[in-house]
């Protein structure tokens, strides 16, 4: 439901259907988060591969992004241990809020890019 980033999300895309690309490698702090206690405690309850057997640097599906908003206590106090678990929520960080996900049924690789890039689909 929110994707965690340290940059507002651009006026442009809000209300827009975007790709959710993986990257194309866990990062040494994406590892740490990875083994904290209540991140593996959720992360067991999703039924998904161990993290390195995940797909890696392909689009694994599409999302709308509803809105953006700054991460404060207020947002903070409404989200459930699981949401709070799956994003990295500190102030002075963005909530990417989003809806309708949908998965492709097959990873399309891509070579990507940090940030925002353009994806003309499979």
Known sequence: KIETRG???PPSIIGQRIAIAATKAIRREQRE???DP???RHYAETGLPALDDLPFG???GTVTVLGCRTIDLELMD???E???A???YEPDRYAWLLAGPELIDVPVPVRGGQGLWNWTGP
């Open 7 to 9: 940059w507002l999300a």
């Open 33 to 35: 988060a990875a083994n």
């Open 38 to 40: 209540e991140f593996v």
């Open 58 to 60: 392909a689009v694994l």
């Open 78 to 80: 409404q989200l459930s």
């Open 82 to 84: 699981q949401e709070l």
């Open 86 to 88: 799956f994003g990295w």
